[in-house]
């Protein structure tokens, strides 16, 4: 159960103003050398500490998987951030120390897809300029179509414009009235095509929603997104089998954070957002709604373990073997 990760310092080496909202930051190993292999739409954790305030944030790696020089991570200011995007905006400046884990990835190209379709929304584009080099090394067929509300948001666009195969890449703006036909795009899909998408919930929703309509197997469609999901469920238990305790989890609370409140038992979590497995926890009775990205729709059906930072009891009560 759950993952491992390692933690590593990195220097800033620069920071870029992207859009408004959005900038660039590159790492590296204070004493040089080369950094971890990662593939591409890799991730890595950055775990920050601002006071008393601790914040890990998971961000796609972005540069090419062939240049082990250095990471580079795009940043984007939540408007509701939970301090980490804040943080990372406000307080880091080039030359500054980080901590963050080795990189991971749960968003790989398939090997065994004959097209890839990359769909992008945002911030979203971020996994996908790092899979943009592994395509362009493989000689793989592949198309973006990349969405975004106005020029001056689309993050990156001048460099992919630029880029020799600009040709594959198609920009939607909002403000232009420029609309990704999501309906046209899936339900041309070539035989063994592969759709990704990685943007805001409502894409990544309107894209697994289309693909199901029009009877693209699940296994096709892949989806990474970042930001935890609201929690806005009703108050329930969760029993702690160890020690016997049992903790109220408040409406729009998460369990994880309950726990903590309570300090009912210790726990790690590194990116508390469904994302790197380290607070999967068994099941001993109850079941769970499942919100997080890590386990299978396979391993969610089966009900036996959950992710208690994003996961939810879909009763009253449950029992965590904690």
């Known amino acids: 159960m759950g993952n491992s990760y390692q933690s590593m310092r990195v220097t800033v080496t620069r920071i870029e103003d992207v ?13 040089g050398g080369p950094m971890p292999g990662f593939t591409g739409g890799g991730h890595v954790i950055v775990q920050m500490e601002d006071g008393g305030q601790r ?67 945002g911030i979203g584009i971020t996994p996908f300029m790092s ?33 020799p195969d600009s040709g594959r890449i198609r920009f939607y703006a909002d403000s232009l009235g420029q609309k990704l036909d999501l309906g046209g795009l899936l339900g041309g899909l070539q035989d063994g095509a592969h759709v990704y998408v990685c943007g805001p919930q409502p894409l990544i929703d309107a894209v697994r929603n289309t693909a199901a309509t029009l009877g693209v197997p699940k296994d096709r469609v892949h989806w990474e997104q970042f930001a935890a999901t609201v929690q806005n469920g009703g108050a329930f238990s969760v029993v702690l089998a160890k020690s016997g305790k049992t903790v109220e989890v408040a409406s729009g609370e998460t369990i994880l954070k309950a726990i903590e409140r309570e300090h009912a038992a210790s726990v790690d979590c590194l990116c508390r957002e469904g994302v790197c497995g380290t607070c999967e926890t068994r099941i001993l009775d109850g079941e769970a709604q499942h919100f997080d990205q890590y386990l299978s729709d396979d391993e969610k ?10 996961s939810r009891a879909r009763g009253q009560r449950i029992v965590l073997d904690l």
């Open 19 to 31: 859009t408004p909202q959005i900038k660039r930051f590159t790492m590296a190993l204070p004493e």
């Open 55 to 121: 914040y890990s944030n998971a961000y796609s790696l972005m540069n090419s998987p062939e240049d082990r020089s250095c990471y580079q991570i795009g940043v984007r200011r939540e408007e509701r951030s939970k301090g980490g995007s804040a943080f990372m905006h406000d307080k880091v400046r080039a030359g500054d120390t980080l901590t963050i884990t080795t990189p991971n990835n749960m968003f790989a190209l398939r090997e065994q897809a004959q097209h890839h379709v990359l769909i992008a929304g």
């Open 131 to 163: 899979q943009l080099h592994d395509l362009r090394r493989r000689g793989a067929r592949y198309e973006l179509h990349y969405a975004f509300r106005s020029p001056e948001h689309g993050a990156f666009r001048d460099e992919l414009a630029g880029a």
């Open 301 to 310: 059906a089966a009900q036996k373990t959950m992710m208690i930072c994003v």
